[in-house]
């Protein structure tokens, strides 16, 4: 069994810099994490506040206060609160679930709790963060999330 809730955080920014700026970057999501920022493909919270490395200089932001990340030289801030949905995944049957979807290894062992990857469900893309052992979260664009949604009913109810 696994439960699927919507989960609203405020705002869901794309923080971005060019790589010759990296002590830079690291500064300005440092400050705004409380935390140095997240190294690839993982992921960093601190209160209210969660940055996802995705790529070399580039990270997912959230926040569950309207707090703006800054949006000062050398990072370049996107805003798409609108246009991303968090799915959180929860229960003892995610990896399972998972494993009929993504293109790899979801065990906890081998994608632990903090891990981030970008992927595809069913041919959608989405932004897989591990939570804890029977969590994760999905972010997936906003036009996807119903179809998403259909599509982990379909499978866990034995649907291929």
């Not at 990340?69 to 959180?88: F, I």
């Not at 995944?89 to 009929?100: A, N, Q, S, V, W």
């Amino acid at each position: 069994m696994v439960e699927v809730v919507v989960r609203r955080p405020a705002r869901i920014f794309q923080a971005a810099g060019w790589p010759g700026e990296r002590a830079a970057l690291d500064a300005a999501l440092g400050a705004w994490l409380g935390d140095p920022p997240p190294e690839l493909g993982w992921a960093r919270s601190r209160g209210s506040r969660t940055g996802m490395a995705l790529a070399p200089g580039r990270w997912l932001l959230l926040a569950e206060t309207p707090a703006l990340p800054p949006d000062t030289p050398p990072l370049l801030v996107t805003d798409l609160s609108a246009a991303r949905v968090v799915l959180r995944l929860t229960g003892p049957d995610l990896e399972p679930l998972l494993r009929k979807g993504v293109g790899f290894d979801p065990d906890a062992r081998a994608f632990p709790p903090g891990r981030v990857a970008q992927t595809l469900i069913h041919h959608m893309p989405v932004l897989l963060h591990r939570i804890d052992a029977p969590s994760a979260d999905l972010l997936v664009p906003s036009s996807w999330a119903q179809a998403l949604r259909d599509w982990f009913d379909d499978a866990a109810a034995g649907s291929p």
